[in-house]
């Protein structure tokens, strides 16, 4: 362990010697996704459905320049309260980790750490894409590269419907990314279960999400997949209801002059205000949906 640029949480170490499946969380949809103390509320509903699945979480965070794979009890709550984290993509991790820094981590950042743990399997939200107007911004994600060079199946609702998502889908392609639609033939859209693109591949089962995964490395192809899974139906925004106010949530940060990284959280809280905290609760409902996904495909992936 003294040789490895991390260490793992007590539970996370125990069922790494033991074989148990592990699932990888994020930790920016703690410190830049919600508010305390729903932040913590969720991140504690989400690891124990994974547990109830069969598999242990490993929520990921640099910690004063320490990479941790899984949080003790007080580390998550105290990461649920803190404000001013920096927000952890490739291109930050290391120069957080060599200052001594805090930060939690993105889609990207967390596929990282999650490899370098042996983790095969990350639940989260949504990823970034490419964002409205990257002809002329060039704003994309870092998470799209990450997902075509690192081997981890990325459990999530589609990207964040805030996003450009024919573009995002696009780039995933071009990068020979698998974009799986889980039991559906359409891509979700986030908040809402039905988007209006067609996804490019469909599965209908864990089993065949970690076959595809086993595969992908017989093959030596790198990356990871990326797996569509849509919010429950009973907890969705339907889709011409959340497109206006997406709409005007963009409006608004142009207006504002909200640029880079702070985007996505401005648009995120920009929502919560037009739906009246609705997108909250969907957003909630969508990550627990993940986390029950994603601890399958671990327990599948442990078991063949």
């Not at 793992?8 to 930790?27: F, K, N, Y």
């Not at 060039?138 to 998502?165: N, R």
Request: proline share 5%.
């Amino acid at each position: 362990m003294t040789n490895l640029p991390f260490i793992r949480s007590a539970a996370v170490q125990t069922a790494h010697d033991a074989g148990t499946p592990i699932v990888a969380l994020e930790s920016t949809i703690i410190t830049h996704g919600m508010p305390y103390p729903q932040n913590l509320e969720m991140a504690q509903k989400v690891e124990a459905t994974i547990r109830a699945g069969g598999a242990e979480p490993a929520t990921i965070a640099v910690i004063n320049g320490t990479l941790h794979i899984g949080l003790e009890t007080e580390q998550l709550e105290t990461l649920a309260q803190t404000r001013g984290a920096a927000k952890l993509s490739r291109a930050d991790l290391a120069v957080c980790m060599a200052t001594g820094g805090t930060g939690a981590t993105t889609v990207a950042a967390t596929m990282i750490a999650a490899n370098l743990a042996d983790i095969s399997v990350f639940a989260t939200g949504g990823i970034g894409g490419v964002h409205r107007g990257a002809e002329e911004s060039f704003d994309i994600s870092a998470d799209l590269l990450e997902l075509a060079q690192t081997p981890v199946t990325v459990v999530a609702a589609g990207a964040k419907a805030i996003l450009d998502v024919p573009k995002t889908l696009e780039v995933l392609e071009t990068q020979g990314v698998p974009v799986i639609a889980y039991g559906q033939d359409h891509m979700p859209a986030f908040w809402s279960a039905q988007s209006a693109h067609k996804a490019p591949l469909r599965l209908d089962s864990a089993a065949d999400i970690a076959k595809a995964h086993k595969m992908r490395a017989a093959l030596g192809l790198p990356g990871g997949q990326l797996i569509g899974n849509p919010i429950p139906k009973d907890a969705e925004i339907v889709r011409a209801e959340m497109e206006p106010v997406i709409e005007q949530a963009l409006a608004d940060a142009v207006t504002h002059g909200i640029k880079g990284k702070s985007v996505t959280p401005y648009l995120l809280q920009r929502v919560f205000e037009i739906t009246e905290g609705r997108s909250l609760t969907a957003n909630i409902a969508l990550v627990l949906n993940n986390a029950a996904l994603a601890a399958q495909i671990a327990c599948e992936l442990a078991a063949n």
